[in-house]
Nanobody, 121 residues
Framework: VQLVESGGGLVQAGGSLKLSCTAS????????MAWYRQAPGKQRELVAA?????????ADSVKGRFTISRDNTGNTMYLYLQMSNLKFEDTAVYYC??????????????WGQGTQVTVSS
C-alpha cells in the first residue's frame, strides 16, 4: 500500500482546508485509515481515524471542526480530511496512515510523506 497526501498549505485562522490522501496498491487489504499530525517539537498525534465499517474517531481538539471521509474508485482509495475553523494550533505536518493486512492475522502500517498545514493567526 502506498499513500500520497495533498492539499496542505497556508490558511488564515478561521479558514478551511481539505486534505486528500491517495492510496494505491492492495487497497482491499486496508483496515483502518487515519490522519495524524506532528507539530514542531511535539510527538505525532492521531487527528482522526476511519474504519472499514465506517466508525470514526476524532481527537478532542478537532471534534466538531474536522471531518474524515473515504471514497473508492476502481483500484484507488481516497481519504479526506475536511478542516474548518482552523486554529493556529492546528499548524503541523499532516500524515496519512493506513493499517493493512499482509495475511489473515498480521497488520502493517503505511505512511504518506506528509503535507504541511500552516495556520496564520
Amino acid at each position: 500500500v502506498q499513500l500520497v497526501e495533498s492539499g496542505g498549505g497556508l490558511v488564515q485562522a478561521g479558514g478551511s482546508l481539505k486534505l486528500s490522501c491517495t492510496a494505491s496498491g492492495d487497497i482491499f487489504s486496508i483496515n483502518t485509515m487515519a490522519w495524524y499530525r506532528q507539530a514542531p517539537g511535539k510527538q505525532r498525534e492521531l487527528v482522526a481515524a476511519l474504519t472499514t465499517g465506517g466508525s470514526t474517531t476524532y481527537a478532542d481538539s478537532v471534534k466538531g471542526r474536522f471531518t474524515i471521509s473515504r471514497d473508492n474508485t476502481g483500484n484507488t482509495m481516497y481519504l479526506y480530511l475536511q478542516m474548518s475553523n482552523l486554529k493556529f494550533e492546528d499548524t503541523a505536518v499532516y500524515y496519512c496512515n493506513a493499517d493493512y493486512y499482509v495475511d489473515s492475522y498480521s497488520l502493517l502500517s503505511a505512511w504518506g510523506q506528509g503535507t504541511q498545514v500552516t495556520v496564520s493567526s
